[in-house]
């Protein structure tokens, strides 16, 4: 088995220098494709690099939109190109718990060719120490992550062209291999709701990006009720994490940036500018647009 990751990023210096290095402690080698990065993500990844000789390919992708099943297939294709048989879809925002990093590489490599691997998509709320654990949709949230690798597995759109959120490959077979029967176990922490700022960015982001791209496929309010599961507190529980979930990755976790401006102000203020108000009537963006271009107006 050759065992290679694979993770697409877009100004992710936040968290990268955490959560790369963290995926090459299980991983052989590390496929990263740069989508038209502005900040210091293109030299965290040189960092790694030369840290870890040989193991880190680096692929780039440029495109104003982000067309997640594109880009999903060119990061497949380099990893199949460096000899993948299995692979690890990580993204930047995700860190594996350290407690299942010896157990992790055995359950890949039982997968028969063409099936994935689920594990615990655990939601790290308002802190990296503490996880949902009550009846929202987050809590006992399970992801695919890796896969054996099948002639027939791909990343496509669907027919209507949609490409958003589409995290299990066209071609998979047999149902998926669940290790871990519930999230106490370990999983996969889920970083992007540990910093509330960003998680109202990217999600508004997410908002105006489908009804730009997608005009008329959602109504707003479809649109709202899809994404404002993410900042739904209600009925709130957390758990506290284990410390052998953190405590072996040493430092790692202080090269985390909490408060790095979130890249989605940016974008979300250039489609307020560039399609104006009335695009986007209808939806709850929690008045960020109008607070960013407030800001921008002052300065």
Same mark, same amino acid.
């Given at each position: 088995m050759k065992l290679i990751g694979l993770m697409h990023v877009r100004n992710e210096q936040w968290i990268l220098g955490a959560s790369l290095p963290a995926a090459l402690r299980f991983v052989d080698?590390?496929?990263?494709?740069? #989508?038209?990065?502005? $900040?210091?993500? &293109?030299?965290?990844?040189?960092?790694? =690099?030369?840290? *870890?000789?040989?193991?880190? #390919?680096?692929?780039e992708w440029t495109g104003r939109h982000y067309n997640e099943m594109e880009i999903r297939q060119?990061?497949?294709? %380099?990893?199949?190109?460096?000899?993948?048989?299995?692979?690890?879809?990580?993204?930047? $925002? +995700?860190?594996?718990?350290?407690?299942?990093?010896?157990?992790?590489?055995?359950?890949?490599a039982g997968l028969e060719p063409g099936r994935t691997l689920e594990l615990p998509w655990l939601a790290m709320w308002e802190s990296p120490d503490r996880f949902r654990s009550d009846?929202?949709?987050?809590?006992?949230?399970?992801?695919?992550?890796?896969?054996? $690798? #099948?002639?027939? !597995?791909?990343?496509?759109?669907?027919?209507?062209?949609?490409?958003? *959120?589409?995290q299990t490959p066209n071609g998979v077979r047999a149902k998926p291999v669940r290790p871990l029967a519930e999230q106490s176990m370990g999983g996969v922490m889920h970083l992007q709701f540990a910093n509330r700022r960003r998680l109202i960015a990217k999600h508004a982001w997410y908002k105006?990006? +489908?009804?730009?791209?997608? &005009?008329?496929?959602?109504? &707003? =309010? %479809? !649109?709202?009720?899809?994404?404002?599961?993410?900042?739904?507190?209600?009925?709130?529980?957390?758990?506290?994490? &284990?410390?052998e979930w953190w405590s072996p990755y040493g430092h790692i976790r202080s090269l985390i940036q909490w408060d790095d401006q979130p890249w989605h102000e940016t974008e979300v203020l250039r489609f307020w500018i560039e399609h104006g108000p009335a695009a986007f009537e209808g939806l709850n963006l929690w008045g960020l647009p109008e607070r960013l271009a407030a800001q921008e107006t002052a300065a």
């Open positions: 080698e590390i496929v990263v494709l740069d #989508h038209d990065s502005t $900040d210091d993500t &293109p030299g965290i990844i040189d960092r790694v =690099q030369r840290d *870890h000789p040989g193991r880190v #390919h680096r692929a060119r990061t497949l294709g %380099a990893g199949r190109a460096a000899g993948g048989t299995h692979f690890f879809w990580v993204d930047a $925002d +995700e860190i594996l718990t350290a407690n299942i990093i010896a157990d992790v590489r055995g359950w890949i009846s929202s949709v987050w809590t006992n949230n399970f992801k695919v992550f890796a896969f054996a $690798d #099948h002639p027939d !597995i791909a990343y496509r759109a669907q027919r209507d062209g949609y490409d958003m *959120h589409q105006m990006s +489908e009804t730009v791209r997608f &005009p008329g496929r959602k109504t &707003p =309010q %479809a !649109i709202d009720a899809m994404y404002n599961q993410a900042l739904d507190a209600n009925n709130l529980r957390l758990a506290q994490v &284990p410390p």
